[in-house]
């Protein structure tokens, strides 16, 4: 069972440049999760998407960055207009839509570097 | 969700038994105690799980005392790929709540 895929691994945007990072989760997960990690800091929540739902945005920025996740296809993090203080690692999680108790299952993580 | 406190690092010897503690004095009836690890960057590995029982599966133990007020994470046998930095999150486990609340977690290191 193959686990979470993110793509690109490794991302360098010039300033004003936009970021696409994506995220398959793993067979059979419906929740997707971001999280972002600033150079030597903790993970930070962002998003938290069902299948064509936005559940939880409480830790978006909320201006530059969006979060989708379609019918069909992985979700994607969308940042427009990016700038220095955008780089970090961006990771995404997913899990079941089943019974509970729901641990999250991470995926290598996108370093995005602005230029 | 309940705030968890661990200490800042730890070492061990490799070979020896990594004892890993938390304390999340505040947990609520409904919460599980979850372990995750990050090794240097990478992203983050789930590890244990558990309510109030003790659990045990490949990766270790956890050890949750009676009163739940605090936990002990167990490597039995550390080896030097268990470098790491280890985090307690206190979460309800019965609904998909959605994030996971991650503090400054315990950072592991395992020595020759």
């Known amino acids: 069972n193959a686990g979470v895929m993110q793509n690109p691994r490794h991302l360098v945007r010039r300033r004003g440049q936009e970021a696409r990072l994506r995220c398959s989760p793993m067979?059979?997960?419906?929740?997707v999760y971001w999280y972002r990690q600033l150079p030597e800091e903790g993970l930070k929540f962002m998003v938290y998407?069902?299948?064509?739902?936005?559940?939880?945005e409480s830790g978006m920025p909320k201006e530059r960055f969006s979060a989708e996740f379609p019918k069909e296809g992985p979700s994607i993090l969308r940042i427009q207009q990016v700038v220095r203080g955008d780089s970090a690692a961006y990771f995404c999680?997913?899990?079941?839509?089943?019974?509970?108790?729901?641990?999250?299952?991470f995926g290598p993580g996108t370093r995005l570097t602005v230029t | 969700d309940a705030k968890t406190t661990q200490p800042p690092s730890m070492d061990c010897a490799e070979g020896r038994a990594a004892n890993l503690p938390c304390n999340h004095s505040?947990?609520?009836?409904?919460?599980?105690v979850y372990w995750y690890r990050q090794i240097h960057s990478q992203g983050p590995q789930y590890i244990i799980h558990?309510?109030?029982n003790n659990e045990t599966n490949e990766m270790a133990s956890l050890i949750i005392t009676e009163d739940r007020k605090s936990s002990t994470l167990i490597l039995p046998h550390a080896t030097l790929r268990d470098t790491a930095v280890y985090y307690c999150?206190?979460?309800?486990?019965?609904?998909?709540?959605?994030?996971?609340?991650f503090g400054q977690g315990t950072t592991l290191q395992v020595k020759p």
């Open positions: 505040t947990i609520s009836g409904n919460e599980y």
């Open positions: 999680a997913s899990s079941h839509a089943g019974q509970g108790p729901y641990e999250q299952y």
């Open positions: 998407l069902q299948k064509e739902n936005i559940i939880d």
């Open positions: 558990g309510l109030k």
């Open positions: 999150i206190v979460r309800v486990g019965s609904s998909n709540t959605g994030k996971l609340i």
């Open positions: 067979k059979g997960h419906s929740h």
